[in-house]
């Protein structure tokens, strides 16, 4: 008698690979136009600071008052040196803070004119550029707000849980991430704890304090909201603060491009230009 071969419909059990949707289309408009916005308000941003490369805090700031931060240029005999000082330490910065060489002219400037725009010392140009993307990127963080509001974005991608904020849960993710130990399976559809964290924190803390500490620094703003300059204790103080939240993005982008690059870019990359995640699952196994 003839037999039948049966189909086998068990599971598979090795290695399985799916893609999901990991970031929606709103999630990555926004993205990046906040790259274009953050990094041409950056390089505006230096531009302004140029015109006066010291960081003080209080009310006042000129020559004469004792700043916290300064970049600058001092003679040494027949040669300029760049120095970066933060309160009694000074770090020689020749060729990149403070003394920037261009062929064979030597030129005295806080940042060099590769970082910011316009690349010439133009305080006014360099104003209109901040303002403009300044508007552009509240805009569109306004939307990206909104949407992570009502969509329930923050709710359901970046508020982390209970378990998720013990030392010991955090140690181990620290631990991981030193070791260049990524998720993977399950566990790479949703964010970690630290990235939860960095997240909110940027969104939430950062982001607002750039926004208000700019607001502080202008005249006009400040006759209409004076509270804003006894709030951060006067405009040299926002001015600072205001530095130091860009310096603390600066560092959250480059530890961000680190690990989209070490956790695969490609598809990192193709996760926030079409949604799509490629995930593989470790299978049932037998």
């Given amino acids: 008698m003839a037999t039948v071969d049966h189909l086998d419909t068990s599971p598979p059990t090795g290695p399985t690979t799916i893609f999901i949707r990991r970031h929606s289309l709103v999630t990555r408009i926004t993205h990046w136009l906040n790259v274009l916005c953050l990094s041409l308000l950056l390089m505006s941003g230096l531009q302004i600071f140029n015109a006066h490369p010291s960081l003080y805090w209080g009310q006042y700031g000129a020559d004469a008052d004792p700043s916290w931060l300064s970049i600058g240029a001092v003679q040494d005999g027949d040669n300029t040196r760049g120095v970066l000082r933060v309160g009694s330490l000074s770090v020689v ?89 990524f998720p993977k399976g399950e566990k790479a559809r949703h964010y970690n704890a630290l990235q939860k964290l960095a997240y909110l924190i940027v969104i939430f803390v950062l982001l607002p304090l750039m926004l208000a ?33 860009a310096l603390s993005i600066v560092f959250f982008v480059l530890v961000h491009v680190a690990m989209v690059i070490l956790s695969g870019l490609w598809n990192n990359m193709r996760s926030m230009i079409t949604g799509r995640y490629r995930i593989q699952n470790e299978g049932s196994g037998k």
Avoid at 101 to 129: C, H, K, M, N
Avoid at 213 to 238: C, E, K, N, Y
């Fill in 93 to 181: 910065t020749t060729g990149v803070l403070g003394v920037s060489r261009v062929g064979d002219d030597v030129i005295e400037r806080g940042f060099p004119s590769w970082a910011t725009i316009p690349s010439y010392q133009d305080l006014a140009t360099g104003r209109r550029w901040h303002l403009f993307f300044a508007w552009l990127f509240v805009i569109n963080g306004s939307i990206y707000a909104l949407y992570g509001l009502l969509g329930g974005h923050f709710r359901r991608d970046l508020a982390p849980r209970a378990d998720e904020l013990s030392p010991s849960h955090l140690k181990q993710e620290i631990a991981d991430h030193a070791r260049l130990r």
């Fill in 213 to 245: 500490t700019g607001l502080t620094m202008s005249p006009g703003m400040d006759a209409g909201f004076p509270f804003l300059l006894d709030f951060f204790g006067g405009r040299q103080s926002a001015r600072s603060i205001h530095f130091i939240c």
